[in-house]
């Protein structure tokens, strides 16, 4: 019945012209929640009814990302979308899904500037999150991290350069070796420039000290 209801108002903006601006502001209207909860999460105290109000919009998300990767001239807005979701993708139990639609994006967003390298890190850390599950991806997950990485270093963003630098010693260090992790995460540890914005507790580095194995006791 809702499918009818869709289609109808469908036509009905097609016959009258107003389709093209209502499929406009119903991308904002999504890309504004996108963003909200990109920048809300991890300071938000109602960080669980965030989500769940998500959720409940994940059928207008992945319309208003279809819109923005296929329609011409629109691809920013949907990588933009699809990148300001990543902790969405991992906290909902959808890293493969937000996988898919960070691949498509990076497809989209070949140029390598600021839009592409924040692409790389949501996408490569959602799929080391079980995005992509496939040992065969290891390489590749490693591979957008060091595009990332060099990225970062191009743009000159300090505060970004340290979240990049981060995540390719986290997740090395989840994905692949501790010997290729351990200069990154040091590196991220020690950076102390002022205009950096502090860490979300989840990337923060722990001292191997503190840190504590699987099964470990507290």
Known sequence: MLETIRQYSREQMQKTGEEAEMRRRHRDRYLE?????NEQWWLSPGKVGLF????????????????SLTEPGQAGAGTR????????????G?????TLWLERS????????RERAEALWAASLVSAYGGNP?????DEILAMMAECQTLAEQLGDPAF?????????????????RCKASPCLLRASSWNEPSVKPIPPEFRPVSPRHRRHPGQSR
């Open 81 to 92: 979308m699809a990148r300001a979701l990543w902790i969405y993708w991992i906290v909902c």
């Open 161 to 177: 350069v340290a979240l990049a630098t981060y995540l390719s010693g986290s997740r090395s260090f989840a994905v692949a070796t």
């Open 33 to 37: 929640l996108a963003d909200r909860v």
């Open 52 to 67: 769940a109000s998500t959720r409940d919009e994940h059928a207008n998300l992945r319309a208003t990302m279809e819109y």
């Open 94 to 98: 959808l890293p493969h899904e937000g």
């Open 106 to 113: 990076l497809a989209c967003e070949t140029e390598p500037d």
């Open 134 to 138: 496939n040992p065969a991806t290891v």
